[in-house]
């Protein structure tokens, strides 16, 4: 019987690789959408070790080699501040990304460029926050990774996807998008058009205080959901962020942002009841909580300031990027139904309805952090 490829191509990659012993299992890693992931188990000394290896998307990352240098300059310097900090445990704090036998951080082989990155043991990454204490452990993980990156100082990190979160060329896109309506799907948006249209004055307020001084460039995540957080399984607390592929040049509001919009609404993201659409004032608390506690001291007057335009922002861009995708014909999101896209954008728009009607009241949870 001829062997599977797939697992001829994850042990010829592999090889690459210095392992503590043969591999004595290969399973997949669920959850992952980009990537192709499996988890390696190695036979060590005296027990077993566990691996990930990762095959990266060349097609959403066209330079791979990039994503990798990205990974490996922020996780050595995550870890030397671990490190002076005398953090215990440094190995489930941190990801390690693991050299090959030549001393590279990825290989080219078996139809991609794989990298490896030790597995931590005992953790498990939640696919929705259910209540406060997992959206604190949140913040205080994307906190605290934002915070160790604050005196980074090596060379500049490379933008591997350029203008990721430049709401105004999100925008440009969608413009182009209604414009041309190659789906003859406008008329039947034209409520949510015009809802996106009326809010695009947002578009540029945090990246023009960039421009004025007022917010710093710094090294952000750029995908800040609770799935991308490890928690121990035992404690329930925060141990490291993972799935770091869009770590790059960014502002620190694009990742609190992001947190408000993937975290304080317990909803589905293509929820098509819209009245279990909102964000829950008490998650938000938890997650700001979280957050300031570990970046708080890093922040400028501005960056405290816009916490929550931050959330409306992101949720707004978003939803532009949901119904473009939909307007253009489902080209980049997948989908598993009709409309579920014009159903993501929905559900967003609504999570901004709902932060608008209670804004006041979040600048107040806000204000008593500092």
Known sequence: MNPDPTTVAVRHAAAAYALPGPITRIEPLPGGHINDSFVLTCAAADDVERFILQRINDRVFPRPRDVVENIHLVTAHI??????????????????????????????????????????????????????????????AFGAFQRLLANYDGPRLVETIPDFHHTPTRFDAFDRVVAEDPCRRVARTRDEIAFLRGRRGLASVLLDLQRQGHIPERIVHNDAKISNVLLDREREEWLCVVDLDTVMPGLSLFDFGDMVRSMTSPSDEDETDLSKVGLQPELFAALARGYVAEAGGILTPAERKHLVTAGKLITLEQAVRFLADYLAGDRYYRITRPDQNLDRCRTQIRLIESIESQEAALQDIVAKLF
């Open 79 to 140: 870890r030397a501040g671990l490190e002076r900090a005398g953090v215990a445990d440094i190995d489930r704090r941190v990801l390690t990304l693991l050299p090959t036998r030549d001393g590279r951080w990825c290989v080219r082989r078996a139809g991609g460029v794989w990298r490896l990155i030790r597995h931590i043991d005992n953790a498990r990454a939640p696919l929705a926050v259910t209540d406060p204490h997992q959206a604190e452990q949140a913040g205080l």
